[in-house]
């Protein structure tokens, strides 16, 4: 796993990925909010189901403190995972495509 040696980058990254995916899911009607707390940025998705979707991006230091990973967690289906390696674009896809997923399933 590539590991993000400097906060800025990865923050950066997280930050232009969320507000994007935020924007193209706008633009397709639906209704979004981001919030930056406790060190993550949370996309929170409206849709006709009982609860909001919603896409996390932890920043998480090493123990030594020198690196940060990046981790995604998925509130409504219970997932974890490192998108250290992640570019910008791809992590907008990564948002878009499990939004997708999430909506096209059913309870």
């Given amino acids: 796993m590539v590991t993000i040696t400097a906060h800025n980058t990865g923050y950066t990254i ?3 990925a969320v507000t994007k995916a935020s924007k193209r ?5 639906y209704f979004t909010d981001i919030y930056c707390m406790d060190r993550r940025f949370r996309l929170v998705i409206t849709n006709d189901k009982q609860l909001p979707y919603e896409y996390a991006i932890h920043f ?5 403190g020198d690196e940060t990973h990046l981790e995604v967690f998925l509130k409504n289906d219970q997932k974890r995972y490192f998108v250290d390696d992640f570019s910008e674009p791809e992590l ?3 948002i878009i495509n499990h939004y997708q ?3 096209s399933s059913e309870f």
């Fill in 101 to 103: 997923h999430y909506n």
């Fill in 14 to 16: 997280a930050k232009s």
């Fill in 25 to 29: 899911l706008s633009a397709a009607g």
């Fill in 60 to 64: 998480i230091p090493s123990v030594d």
């Fill in 92 to 94: 907008i896809e990564d």
